[in-house]
């Protein structure tokens, strides 16, 4: 059973702007991609972010929670890393999904 004042901090989530999830000053994302492809998808991404690589790799696009880069996952992870980002996880095989950080 809900309280009323768990309705209204429920309702503010619901209504506040996107951001990137944050935790302590750091934002967090995730790509995904295999080492023989030629495109990659990361998520949790800024709109700023998201329009300096889809302006780098020509091409990309907007997917469902984030953004298909139409280049090999190696030089997606090099360019974030010249926004900032590192890397601070992996996992997987054949698809291998990278968790990324920034410092704010």
Sequence with gaps: MESKGSQNVLSNLLNAPIAPI???????IAIKGSLHAN???VFGLGEEEIKA???????SGVVVN????????LD???SLAQLGYKVV???GDTEITWTMQREL
């Design 22 to 28: 944050t935790e302590d000053g750091v934002v967090y």
């Design 39 to 41: 495109d990659s998808s």
């Design 53 to 59: 690589l889809t302006k780098k790799y020509p091409g």
């Design 66 to 73: 984030g953004v298909s880069i139409k280049a090999n996952v």
């Design 76 to 78: 997606a992870i090099n």
């Design 89 to 91: 996880t992996t996992t």
